[in-house]
Protein backbone atom coordinates (compact mmCIF):
# COMPACT_ATOMS: atom_id res chain seq x y z
CA UNK A 1 0.00 0.00 0.00
CA UNK A 2 0.92 3.29 -1.02
CA UNK A 3 -0.38 5.94 1.96
CA UNK A 4 -3.16 8.53 -0.32
CA UNK A 5 -2.73 6.24 -3.56
CA UNK A 6 -5.39 4.04 -4.41
CA UNK A 7 -3.90 0.42 -5.12
CA UNK A 8 -6.28 -1.86 -7.68
CA UNK A 9 -5.62 -5.59 -7.56
CA UNK A 10 -4.47 -5.42 -10.68
CA UNK A 11 -1.83 -3.38 -9.40
CA UNK A 12 -0.94 -6.41 -7.06
CA UNK A 13 0.77 -8.57 -8.99
CA UNK A 14 2.40 -10.99 -6.76
CA UNK A 15 -0.82 -12.15 -6.13
CA UNK A 16 -3.22 -11.04 -3.12
CA UNK A 17 -2.35 -14.22 -1.50
CA UNK A 18 0.86 -13.78 -1.13
CA UNK A 19 0.26 -10.02 -0.24
CA UNK A 20 -0.18 -8.51 3.37
CA UNK A 21 -2.54 -5.35 4.44
CA UNK A 22 -2.76 -5.57 8.08
CA UNK A 23 -0.40 -7.14 10.64
CA UNK A 24 -1.21 -8.30 14.26
CA UNK A 25 0.43 -5.77 17.37
CA UNK A 26 -0.76 -6.09 20.82
CA UNK A 27 -1.23 -2.58 22.33
CA UNK A 28 1.62 -0.65 23.58
CA UNK A 29 2.56 -0.93 27.64
CA UNK A 30 1.51 2.83 28.01
CA UNK A 31 -1.78 1.96 25.77
CA UNK A 32 -0.54 4.66 23.33
CA UNK A 33 0.51 2.55 20.03
CA UNK A 34 -0.84 -1.01 18.57
CA UNK A 35 -4.51 -0.07 18.48
CA UNK A 36 -6.35 0.16 15.06
CA UNK A 37 -5.87 4.40 15.33
CA UNK A 38 -5.48 6.48 18.19
CA UNK A 39 -3.76 9.90 16.47
CA UNK A 40 -0.31 10.02 18.00
CA UNK A 41 2.24 7.24 16.94
CA UNK A 42 5.68 7.32 17.35
CA UNK A 43 6.63 10.61 15.94
CA UNK A 44 3.27 12.60 16.73
CA UNK A 45 2.41 11.74 13.02
CA UNK A 46 -0.11 8.65 13.83
CA UNK A 47 1.96 6.70 11.62
CA UNK A 48 3.28 3.62 13.60
CA UNK A 49 -0.96 3.17 14.81
CA UNK A 50 -1.84 2.96 11.48
CA UNK A 51 1.47 2.48 9.58
CA UNK A 52 3.82 0.13 10.88
CA UNK A 53 6.84 -1.20 8.65
CA UNK A 54 8.09 -4.92 8.50
CA UNK A 55 11.57 -2.73 9.64
CA UNK A 56 10.41 -0.18 10.86
CA UNK A 57 13.17 2.57 12.36
CA UNK A 58 13.07 4.82 15.24
CA UNK A 59 11.72 8.29 14.08
CA UNK A 60 13.16 11.63 15.46
CA UNK A 61 11.96 13.51 17.64
CA UNK A 62 10.41 10.86 19.64
CA UNK A 63 6.45 11.85 20.77
CA UNK A 64 5.52 8.91 22.89
CA UNK A 65 7.38 6.90 25.56
CA UNK A 66 9.42 4.55 23.14
CA UNK A 67 13.01 5.00 24.19
CA UNK A 68 15.36 5.82 22.04
CA UNK A 69 17.62 2.78 22.41
CA UNK A 70 15.11 0.32 21.29
CA UNK A 71 16.71 -2.48 18.62
CA UNK A 72 15.55 -1.60 14.94
CA UNK A 73 14.48 -2.30 12.37
CA UNK A 74 13.07 -5.49 13.50
CA UNK A 75 10.96 -7.64 11.64
CA UNK A 76 8.55 -9.98 13.90
CA UNK A 77 9.50 -11.69 16.58
CA UNK A 78 8.08 -12.51 20.06
CA UNK A 79 7.30 -9.47 22.09
CA UNK A 80 6.37 -8.62 25.59
CA UNK A 81 3.04 -6.30 27.19
CA UNK A 82 5.38 -4.40 28.90
CA UNK A 83 8.17 -3.52 26.85
CA UNK A 84 7.88 -0.02 24.82
CA UNK A 85 10.08 -1.58 22.14
CA UNK A 86 8.03 -3.81 21.08
CA UNK A 87 5.70 -1.51 19.80
CA UNK A 88 8.04 -1.16 16.99
CA UNK A 89 7.29 -4.43 15.07
CA UNK A 90 3.93 -6.93 14.47
CA UNK A 91 3.68 -9.67 16.82
CA UNK A 92 0.94 -11.32 19.26
CA UNK A 93 -0.01 -13.15 22.53
CA UNK A 94 0.18 -16.33 20.20
CA UNK A 95 2.99 -18.40 21.38
CA UNK A 96 5.00 -18.91 18.13
CA UNK A 97 3.28 -16.08 15.58
CA UNK A 98 1.31 -13.63 14.78
CA UNK A 99 -1.85 -13.32 12.13
CA UNK A 100 -1.85 -11.09 9.08
CA UNK A 101 -4.62 -10.28 6.76
CA UNK A 102 -3.58 -11.01 3.00
CA UNK A 103 -5.17 -9.29 -0.01
CA UNK A 104 -7.56 -11.82 -0.76
CA UNK A 105 -9.21 -11.43 2.27
CA UNK A 106 -7.82 -14.47 4.14
CA UNK A 107 -6.05 -14.89 7.47
CA UNK A 108 -2.53 -16.60 7.85
CA UNK A 109 -0.49 -17.47 10.88
CA UNK A 110 2.97 -16.78 10.15
CA UNK A 111 5.97 -18.18 12.24
CA UNK A 112 8.72 -16.13 13.82
CA UNK A 113 10.60 -18.55 12.48
CA UNK A 114 9.48 -17.09 8.44
CA UNK A 115 10.09 -13.90 9.64
CA UNK A 116 11.96 -13.75 6.36
CA UNK A 117 9.15 -14.29 4.59
CA UNK A 118 6.96 -11.19 6.50
CA UNK A 119 9.69 -8.69 4.19
CA UNK A 120 8.81 -10.66 0.84
CA UNK A 121 5.22 -10.50 1.44
CA UNK A 122 4.99 -6.89 2.43
CA UNK A 123 5.02 -5.75 -1.39
CA UNK A 124 2.25 -5.88 -4.13
CA UNK A 125 4.67 -6.14 -6.99
CA UNK A 126 8.45 -7.23 -5.86
CA UNK A 127 8.15 -10.61 -7.94
CA UNK A 128 9.89 -12.36 -4.63
CA UNK A 129 9.42 -15.77 -4.15
CA UNK A 130 7.67 -16.95 -1.16
CA UNK A 131 7.78 -20.86 -1.27
CA UNK A 132 6.88 -23.04 1.84
CA UNK A 133 6.72 -21.60 5.42
Request: aromatic residues 10%; glycine residues 12%.
Amino acid sequence: MIYGKAVRTADVTDGLSNTLCVGERPPSADFNLGWWYTGSGKDGEGNADLILGTREQLAAPMFSTIPEECPTPVGIEAGQLNDMCDSLHFWSLHRNGTHFLLGNGSVRFISYEAADVVDKMATRSGSELIGNF
